[in-house]
Nanobody
Framework: QVQLVESGGALVQTGGSLRLSCAAS????????MGWFRQAPGKERDLVAA????????NYSDSVKGRFTISRDNAKNTVYLQMNSLKPEDTAVYYC????????????????WGQGTQVTVSS
């Protein structure tokens, strides 16, 4: 089992920045690929960014590439999502997830999910 707790969501103006954090406990964090997903009202949950177990491999959705950065600190059992140049279309609930795989961009391969944190970007 892995427990994931997200934090850092907030209301921010267009162009602003936020850093989301996801603290993990349970299964060895360093053996888990990690991902950030988001779900806007009336839409499906989509991958935002993924990172492999070592942190050396990352992947981003086209909509956030160049603005968001995923990183992890295996010593602190935490994964981060730095979000810059935020836009109203980034408004969503953001979820942290863990996979038993080294890494994955497929939401179906993620085994553990956090409760989500709300990010709202005002125009």
């Amino acid at each position: 089992q892995v427990q994931l707790v997200e934090s850092g969501g907030a209301l921010v103006q267009t162009g602003g920045s936020l850093r989301l954090s996801c603290a993990a406990s349970g299964r060895t964090f360093s053996n888990s690929g990690m991902g950030w997903f988001r779900q806007a009202p009336g839409k499906e949950r989509d991958l935002v960014a993924a990172i492999n177990t070592s942190g050396r491999i990352t992947n981003y959705s086209d909509s956030v590439k160049g603005r968001f950065t995923i990183s992890r600190d295996n010593a602190k059992n935490t994964v981060y999502l730095q979000m810059n140049s935020l836009k109203p279309e980034d408004t969503a609930v953001y979820y942290c997830a863990a996979t038993r795989a080294v890494w994955s961009t497929d939401s179906g391969r993620y085994d553990y999910w956090g409760q989500g944190t709300q990010v709202t970007v005002s125009s």
